[in-house]
């Protein structure tokens, strides 16, 4: 298995959380990832979808929110799903 890409995201109150970072897709000019916390003990762990804020921002690694919309989510989820389609993760959001 290829090792999977990490991001480290900050919180508002300081916390650091480092994530894996299973996929990303493009979705009318927005970037999308779908990540999941690198310290998830369970075998069937969270997963959660980052959206790229590309607006308004200079910064170097760009600024992103959770998607908490759910017709936004119901969108991504089977893009998501065929891009795994060929890994052995199952995607459940």
């Known amino acids: 298995m290829e090792e999977l ?4 995201i900050t919180f508002d ?5 480092e994530f894996y970072v299973l996929e990303q897709t493009q979705l009318m000019g927005v970037t999308y990832y ?3 916390p690198v ?4 075998e069937e762990g969270d997963c959660y979808i980052l959206k790229e804020n590309a607006e308004g921002t200079d910064e170097e690694y ?3 929110s959770f998607v908490d919309d ?3 989510l119901e ?3 089977p893009i998501f799903e065929e ?10 959001l």
């Open 5 to 8: 890409e990490t991001i480290v």
């Open 13 to 17: 109150n300081d916390e650091e959380v």
């Open 34 to 36: 779908l990540i999941a």
């Open 39 to 42: 310290e998830d003990d369970e």
């Open 62 to 64: 760009g600024e992103y």
């Open 70 to 72: 759910e017709k936004e």
């Open 75 to 77: 969108n991504l989820y």
């Open 83 to 92: 891009l795994l389609e060929d890994s052995d993760m199952e995607v459940e």
